[in-house]
């Protein structure tokens, strides 16, 4: 756009923006923002925001997930050097090695879609279709007939 034309319009829009009105509040919504206020600050502590949590309670939960998430490490770090578990990975790659295989597969034939389509065009690839559904319909045109014809009583 030209810039003299941009400045035009934004000192217009500015005027016109200018003379309008103040907007109002509605007047019932100051009592519904109090009522909402008082609802929340009536609500026992374990129902609000940790943050508003007595501090002692902030400090007992922190302590207990820092535990928690200690023995979680812990618990995962034993469980993947233990031999049991060893053999139970093995057996389950052999489980999903066929499941990776066909998953390589369908990349490959996804990737191969995607570059003939590339390499095609756009225009080809919806030629194609439409003369696949063009076929499609006549085929079941012409069996749809044929039926007809079949069946007829002379």
Do not use: I
């Given at each position: 756009m030209n810039p003299e034309y941009e400045k035009q319009l934004e000192a217009q829009i500015d005027r016109v923006l200018q003379h309008l009105p103040e907007l109002e509040a509605p007047a019932t919504l100051l009592p519904r923002v109090w009522a909402e206020i008082e609802r929340r600050a009536a609500l026992p502590w374990y129902r609000r925001a940790w943050v508003t949590w007595p501090v002692g309670l902030q400090a007992a939960a922190l302590a207990a997930l820092v535990i928690l998430f200690g023995g979680l490490c812990l618990g995962g770090w034993q469980i993947t050097h233990s031999a049991e578990v060893?053999?139970?990975?093995?057996t389950a790659g052999r489980w999903f090695a066929g499941f990776t295989l066909l998953t390589n597969t369908l990349s490959v034939l996804g990737n191969a879609l995607v570059l003939s389509v590339k390499?095609?065009?756009?225009i080809f690839i919806g030629a194609c279709i439409v003369v696949g559904l063009a076929t499609y319909l006549s085929c079941l045109g012409l069996g749809t007939a044929f039926v007809r014809l079949?069946?007829?009583r002379r």
């Open positions: 060893a053999d139970a990975t093995q390499q095609l065009g756009p079949a069946v007829a």
